[in-house]
């Protein structure tokens, strides 16, 4: 899911790398205000009456690294519908709310399952940086960005958007993603693998874009695919072949990511039941999207 992406690209280099490091990253449970300074209004310029929302009664946990800060709530549609309110209310040039698929489910640093409902994302800090590298915009907003996982307790009919509040869909994000990965840069390529996958698992036309960087001319990038890829399950065993030919580098680290890769993917467990309910859910989400549109 897109909510877990950033910890997701975080578990894919850490996967890849000798050691695991949280260097400059934060986090914190429950709704008091956020240990970045969510609750002072200097720390949120450009986004003049985010905090109400941040520090809003429903959140459940807040992570912040390097200036990305992402932030979880759970709740009901009537309280997710004045949170909507309070998102529109800030003062930002585009206020966009990603509609999809639930269960809502992220991981703390130390792997404490977090269950949500929907979830902000602010980029500041020198994490903005990702903004500006060639494409880097199609993946990291600079902009206000609200996510809500539907079901459960989120109901699709009963969501109210907001007046100038514009809303998308995954396969909309998808492909501004996809186009990503040919940019010049190679940090983009790399994260935005494991932005990609986590943004939906079952999508085919995403693991093919990323299964492309597993003949990257970088070998980070390489790795970042690598680690990626196992992110969409049995779906995977079709790049399993592309896999095995790799694993002639004599680069150890690429070598063991691969080796790593190979065997999850082999071992992965058959979603095919949860892949059915999140196809028609996102069918619902795009219907309700499309008719949004045309009003």
Same mark, same amino acid.
């Given at each position: 899911?897109?909510?877990?992406?950033?910890?997701?690209?975080? +578990?894919? $280099?850490?996967?890849? *790398?000798?050691?695991? #490091?949280? =260097?400059? @990253?934060?986090?914190?449970?429950?709704?008091?205000?956020?240990?970045?300074?969510?609750?002072?209004?200097?720390?949120?310029?450009?986004?003049?009456?985010?905090?109400?929302?941040?520090?809003?009664?429903?959140?459940?946990?807040?992570?912040?690294?390097?200036?990305?800060?992402?932030?979880?709530?759970?709740?009901?549609? +009537?309280? $997710?519908?004045?949170? *909507?309110?309070?998102? #529109?209310? =800030?003062? @930002?040039?585009?206020?966009?709310?990603?509609?999809?698929?639930?269960?809502?489910?992220?991981?703390?640093?130390?792997?404490?399952?977090?269950?949500?409902?929907?979830?902000?994302?602010?980029?500041?800090?020198?994490?903005?940086?990702?903004?500006?590298?060639?494409?880097?915009?199609?993946?990291?907003?600079?902009?206000?960005?609200?996510?809500?996982?539907?079901?459960?307790?989120? #109901?699709?009919?009963?969501?109210?958007?907001?007046?100038?509040?514009?809303?998308?869909?995954?396969?909309?994000?998808?492909?501004?993603?996809?186009?990503?990965?040919?940019?010049?840069?190679?940090?983009?390529?790399?994260?935005?693998?494991?932005?990609?996958?986590?943004?939906?698992?079952?999508?085919?036309?995403?693991?093919?874009?990323?299964?492309?960087?597993?003949?990257?001319?970088?070998?980070?990038?390489?790795?970042?695919?690598?680690?990626?890829?196992?992110?969409?399950?049995?779906?995977?065993?079709?790049?399993?072949?592309?896999?095995?030919?790799?694993?002639?580098?004599?680069?150890?680290?690429?070598?063991?990511?691969?080796?790593?890769?190979?065997?999850?993917?082999?071992?992965?467990?058959?979603?095919?039941?949860?892949?059915?309910?999140?196809?028609?859910?996102?069918?619902?989400?795009?219907?309700?999207?499309?008719?949004?549109?045309?009003?």
């Amino acid at each position: 899911m897109k909510n877990m992406s950033t910890c997701l690209t975080l +578990a894919i $280099l850490a996967l890849c *790398l000798p050691g695991k #490091a949280w =260097a400059l @990253a934060t986090e914190d449970f429950g709704n008091a205000n956020a240990s970045n300074a969510a609750g002072n209004e200097l720390n949120y310029k450009e986004w003049q009456g985010i905090v109400p929302l941040m520090n809003h009664s429903s959140r459940v946990y807040h992570w912040w690294c390097n200036g990305s800060e992402q932030f979880y709530y759970r709740g009901d549609t +009537a309280t $997710l519908n004045d949170a *909507l309110q309070k998102f #529109a209310a =800030a003062k @930002a040039d585009v206020h966009e709310v990603l509609l999809q698929p639930g269960p809502g489910i992220t991981h703390s640093f130390h792997a404490r399952t977090i269950p949500y409902n929907w979830s902000l994302h602010v980029q500041g800090g020198i994490s903005r940086h990702l903004t500006t590298l060639p494409d880097g915009n199609k993946i990291w907003s600079k902009f206000l960005t609200m996510a809500v996982c539907v079901g459960g307790d989120i #109901a699709l009919e009963k969501i109210r958007i907001p007046a100038g509040v514009s809303v998308v869909d995954l396969a909309d994000l998808s492909r501004r993603y996809r186009e990503a990965l040919a940019s010049k840069d190679k940090t983009v390529r790399g994260s935005g693998a494991g932005e990609l996958a986590g943004l939906d698992p079952y999508d085919a036309e995403n693991l093919a874009a990323i299964a492309k960087l597993l003949k990257d001319d970088d070998e980070w990038v390489q790795r970042c695919a690598v680690g990626a890829v196992t992110h969409f399950d049995k779906k995977a065993e079709s790049v399993l072949p592309a896999l095995r030919e790799m694993l002639v580098t004599r680069n150890k680290q690429l070598k063991d990511c691969v080796k790593n890769a190979i065997e999850e993917i082999q071992q992965a467990k058959d979603t095919s039941a949860a892949e059915k309910e999140h196809r028609s859910m996102q069918e619902q989400i795009h219907k309700f999207c499309e008719q949004r549109s045309q009003r």
